[in-house]
């Protein structure tokens, strides 16, 4: 897996959500993310007008991915982290960026949403 490849299914993860097409979509997602479809969904500002591949940079263990997607009357950036499964990219996290910080909203695979309190 390269960065070239990663960015090729970036592009069409963006074009499908362009055409409203979250099913196509999906194909990129890993099993867990997809069970989990509706919390990935509440965080795009549908019907997009726009999206883009803001960045795509190498980890240690796969790709970090931004995105930028823009919708009638919202805007969002979208953190994607991308693995190898079945020798093909997947988005295995999808964190929403902010500001200040990131926020993550979509468990990364294996793991539940918890919350910490001070």
Same mark, same amino acid.
């Given at each position: 897996?390269? $960065?070239? +490849?990663?960015?090729?299914?970036?592009?069409?993860?963006?074009?499908?959500?362009? &055409?409203?097409?979250? $099913?196509?979509?999906? %194909?990129?997602? !890993? %099993?867990?993310?997809? &069970? %989990?479809?509706?919390?990935?969904? &509440?965080?795009?500002?549908?019907?997009? /007008?726009?999206? +883009?591949?803001? =960045?795509?940079? *190498?980890? +240690? /263990?796969?790709? *970090?991915?931004?995105?930028?997607?823009?919708?009638? /009357?919202? #805007?969002?950036?979208? $953190?994607? *982290?991308?693995?190898?499964?079945?020798?093909?990219?997947?988005?295995? $996290?999808? =964190?929403?960026? @902010?500001? !200040? &910080? @990131?926020?993550?909203?979509?468990?990364?695979?294996?793991?539940?949403? +918890? /919350? #910490? =309190?001070?």
């Amino acid at each position: 897996m390269d $960065e070239q +490849t990663v960015r090729e299914h970036t592009d069409a993860f963006c074009q499908a959500l362009l &055409a409203g097409d979250v $099913e196509l979509a999906a %194909n990129d997602l !890993s %099993n867990e993310l997809q &069970a %989990n479809l509706g919390q990935l969904v &509440a965080m795009l500002p549908m019907p997009l /007008s726009t999206a +883009t591949v803001e =960045s795509v940079e *190498r980890t +240690t /263990s796969g790709f *970090r991915v931004v995105v930028h997607l823009v919708g009638e /009357s919202d #805007e969002t950036r979208l $953190e994607t *982290r991308w693995k190898a499964r079945d020798d093909r990219p997947v988005i295995v $996290e999808v =964190s929403h960026l @902010t500001d !200040s &910080a @990131t926020a993550t909203d979509v468990p990364p695979e294996g793991e539940t949403a +918890t /919350s #910490e =309190s001070d």
